[in-house]
């Protein structure tokens, strides 16, 4: 959700800044901008409505020369998508901010500042942090001093990079809510909301913690604490590639993520197994203490994670006995709760940051929870940083707004995790063995998965002109169910909601007519038959049903009927097996309807505000 990208170089930094804007632009925007200082006091900016590419066009119609510079993609909180609510915000010829969150009391500041003689240009919640910066720069601080102070003031969360247009030398970054990286070369320094926004010119970053301010000049970096208090943190060396975040053959990032879910599922595994057994120290040195106390397990998560989360209770429940609860984390933080005693506290975030999954965890940790742990994608994010334990996803850079991969290996994830509390609850060893058979196998059956691809993208022709299409699962497959709705309303556009099969006769029956198509999911499980029963019930009211089965179902191609066999799956893994034809499904709707697959309209890819 926004983006940011700065630099402070000895050579010029327009191209370098608008490359990171075009890296960043799975994040979600809606209109993007850019600043560079050509000279003390000459400053030069750009802004526009739309996409990246409509601002690279303006630049190059009027190049903008210069040095230091930063760079904003918007995606819009407080004001409308407009060039004039676009950053960079510049205050009185002097101050240039960008900025990612939200400043909670904007309106308090705005009436202080109009009073004092300010004037506003637009509807941000951020122009009131250029105009408080600048105030403390006219009162004779410099600009790292003015910083600190402005912002002691704020209250919310941001990111925030900041030029003054007097002193070309320094280049100041903020952090408090919302990430922020800093990029380290030689003879210049770079800040970003992600480190992919930076690979073509650094793989050597550093992660602001929460409060700090950091000051950049081309020689050096230095970083003081929310205390003000000067402080070192390191550089890390990134192993990801300049083109790790490139589409390659694909059509859309989606689809290569799509795709690239059998080598995601390896390479979570990969170092976690060991013989028949899951290591549990691959959790963190600390897991197999701390998991032989856990009598109970609450998964919180927003989104695809929170389906994730649906699922793993199934597993947890049946495998484990612990008793488990799962909770949607902008939720979770505004009810009284109860905290079982000796409880796990499971955070699933693809990023890392997302505002009310950061929110919930930090509540957790103040209310008396057992130990605390992060499944993510991305290791030196917040919730990484801020748990107890954490297991590590693999899935690499997952561009697409739909999350796909992410999922996928947060389903294994979460597998990983029932084993090992499984064992010291007591599993034997021969559930271990086989369940440890069932994961090293996933890849390849996900491969298989993948073969039906060309049979699903002429499936998908049926959905095109359809305004509305129900999804129907049963048990572990219910959440797939609503994963599967979520990905084709996503970037479709095309409503679509899920339901337990058996809640038709409650209510959505009602809706079924020759014109909604029902999705079923139909793994060969004890569920199968009272599934069969449900489907009856669409058939026998005109609706047109397509059922994803495993090759074992007894369900037959016929009149209003269209069933797509799958290979054979294991019923422990056919949740993430059944979840790809759901993905490819939608995808292939998106790309006949014509609609921005990568990048939906009003989402953004990493949600860092409430």
Not at 199 to 218: K, Q, S, W
Not at 261 to 280: F, K, M, S
Not at 284 to 299: D, K, M, S, Y
Not at 320 to 339: F, N, P
Request: hydrophobic letters at 45%; aromatic letters at 6%.
């Amino acid at each position: 959700m926004c983006g940011i990208v700065g630099a402070i170089a000895q050579r010029p930094v327009a191209a370098i800044l608008l490359e990171g804007l075009r890296r960043l632009e799975y994040r979600g925007y809606d209109s993007a901008g850019i600043a560079v200082l050509e000279a003390p006091c000459r400053l030069n900016r750009a802004r526009t409505l739309g996409k990246v590419a409509r601002l690279i066009e303006a630049v190059t119609e009027r190049p903008l020369p210069g040095t230091l510079g930063i760079a904003h993609t918007r995606w819009a909180t407080h004001g409308e998508p407009a060039p004039r609510n676009a950053h960079p915000h510049v205050c009185r010829d002097r101050c240039v901010v960008v900025h990612n969150g939200i400043i909670e009391n904007h309106e308090t500041l705005r009436h202080e500042q109009i009073a004092a003689g300010h004037h506003f240009s637009s509807e941000t919640d951020t122009e009131v942090i250029a105009h408080a910066i600048y105030d403390e720069l006219l009162s004779g601080q410099p600009l790292t001093a003015a910083v600190r102070l402005a912002t002691a003031r704020l209250e919310g969360a941001y990111a925030l990079g900041v030029i003054d247009t007097q002193d070309p030398s320094h280049l100041v970054a903020a952090r408090q809510g919302s990430p922020l990286v800093i990029g380290v070369g030689f003879g210049e320094h770079f800040i970003a909301s992600d480190v992919f926004a930076l690979l073509p010119v650094t793989n050597r970053f550093i992660f602001l913690e929460e409060g700090d301010i950091a000051e950049l000049t081309r020689e050096s970096v230095h970083i003081y604490d929310r205390t003000g208090a000067l402080v070192t943190r390191p550089i890390k060396t990134s192993s990801l590639s300049a083109d790790a975040a490139e589409r390659g053959e694909y059509r859309h990032f989606m689809l290569k993520e799509i795709f690239e879910q059998p080598r995601a599922i390896a390479d979570i595994l990969e170092g976690r197994l060991t013989g028949q057994r899951v290591l549990t120290e691959s959790f963190g040195n600390r897991a197999p203490e701390l998991f032989g106390r856990i009598q109970a397990v609450t998964l919180v998560a927003c989104g695809t994670s929170y389906h994730a989360a649906l699922v793993a209770r199934n597993w947890i429940e049946s495998l484990t006995g612990l008793a488990c609860s799962v909770e949607i984390a902008s939720e979770y933080r505004y009810r009284k709760h109860v905290v079982p005693p000796s409880a796990l506290f499971v955070t699933l975030s693809q990023s890392g940051e997302t505002a009310d999954t950061l929110a919930a965890l930090r509540l957790a940790k103040a209310t008396g929870y057992a130990a605390t742990l992060a499944i993510c994608n991305v290791p030196e994010s917040s919730l990484v940083r801020e748990s107890d334990l954490v297991l590590l996803t693999h899935a690499g850079p997952e561009i697409g707004v739909a999350s796909t991969k992410a999922f996928t290996t947060q389903l294994v994830a979460l597998l990983l995790l029932t084993t090992a509390l499984g064992r010291c609850r007591g599993m034997a060893a021969e559930t271990e063995s086989q369940i440890v058979t069932t994961l090293r196998a996933l890849p390849s059956a996900a491969e298989s998965i993948l073969a039906l691809d060309e049979r699903i993208a002429a499936l998908a022709e049926i959905f095109v002109d359809k305004e509305h299409t129900l999804f129907l699962g049963r048990g572990e497959q219910y959440p797939i169910a609503m994963e599967g709705a979520l990905k084709l309303k996503e970037i479709s556009y095309i409503h679509a909601e899920a339901y337990p099969a058996g809640e038709l006769k409650h209510g959505p029956l009602a809706l079924i007519d020759e014109q909604m198509p029902v999705v079923a999911v139909a793994p060969n499980n004890a569920l199968l038959e009272k599934l069969k029963s449900n489907l009856e019930e669409v058939r026998a009211r005109g609706g047109q049903l397509y059922v994803f089965a495993d090759s074992r179902v007894p369900i037959a191609d016929e009149e209003g009927v269209t069933v797509i066999r799958l290979p054979e799956t294991e019923d422990l893994v056919a949740p993430l097996l059944f979840t790809i034809p759901l993905q490819l499904l939608a995808y292939h709707v998106a790309v006949l309807k014509g609609t921005d697959v990568d990048q939906p309209r009003n989402l953004a890819k990493s949600v860092t505000v409430e």
